[in-house]
């Protein structure tokens, strides 16, 4: 029964994604924390190699169809491939000194990001309105990589931040047209999931049974949003998963 449950929240999990574009970490991280009751350095594990195998048939699809900015990619990586060392060896040491109290550390870390990310996601139309034909401000490579380097940092420790951080600080940073923004994220996306993801699996923070029964659930359940998100309110959907992921941040920070 276990495993369906996991199957079910998969499902759940990509149906959501599917409709509503709100990133997978912020979604499943609090799922497996409250309600499977996973240690929350494993879900921080687990939740990482499942974003990493998500992204890569979307990843493959925006290379093909050119919708990629190859140089952001590289830039962000540069960045962000170290942050994603420093935020799990931050976890490695934590737990070395501080044993399963590197697991409140954890919850904290995650339930600041849970207010943070879904209050931009909600004023995310008003950015993009705002600075739709507006000059890019910044065109660095070391630009690019401090926006890496501290969404690597903020994965490697919550596996939260690989596609809605990013995503929105290249928004406020650069104009590129969305889908080009979308296919650029999802694509660097798997590259700091994927580092991020075989750094825990190191560790032994991943449990591989978990991960493989999410995404079995995950696959259909994708679909399904797909096909359900010409059919939704879903300005409206998303306004009340983003209140759900706030009010859930801030049961995290103050329980």
């Known amino acids: 029964m276990l495993i369906l449950a996991k199957v079910f929240i998969g499902f759940v999990v ?9 990133g997978g970490g ?7 924390i409250f309600g499977l009751r996973v240690p929350p350095i494993i879900a921080v594990g687990s939740d990482a190699l499942f974003n990493f195998v998500t992204k890569i048939g979307s990843s493959y699809v925006h290379l093909t169809k050119g919708t ?55 004023f995310q ?12 401000t910044l065109k660095s ?25 990013i995503m929105m600080l290249l928004l406020l940073l650069y104009s590129f047209p969305p889908k080009v923004m979308v296919g650029t994220d999802i694509v660097h996306a798997v590259l700091l999931t994927g580092v991020t993801s075989f750094l825990h699996f190191k560790l032994g ?11 079995i659930g995950s696959i259909p359940g994708g679909l399904l949003g797909s096909h359900l998100s010409t059919r939704m ?5 998303r306004r009340i998963l983003c209140a759900v992921l706030l009010a859930t941040g801030a049961r995290m920070l103050w329980a």
């Open 233 to 237: 309110p879903v300005p409206w959907l």
């Open 14 to 22: 990509g149906a959501l994604i599917g409709m509503t574009g709100v």
């Open 68 to 122: 990629v900015k190859r140089n952001v990619v590289v830039g962000l990586a540069v960045g962000s491939l170290p942050g994603s060392i420093l935020g799990v060896g931050l976890l490695k040491h934590l737990r070395s000194v501080y044993g399963s109290g590197v697991n409140s550390f954890i919850t904290t870390a995650v339930g600041v990001l849970l207010i943070c990310v879904p209050t931009l996601l909600l």
């Open 26 to 32: 912020v979604l499943l991280l609090p799922i497996l």
């Open 141 to 165: 490579l070391a630009g690019l990589s401090l926006i890496g380097l501290l969404a690597g940092f903020l994965v490697g420790m919550t596996s939260v931040g690989s596609g809605s951080i």
């Open 125 to 136: 139309s008003q950015i993009e309105d705002h600075v739709t034909q507006r000059p890019p």
């Open 205 to 215: 923070n991943v449990d591989p049974y978990l991960v493989g029964a999410l995404v």
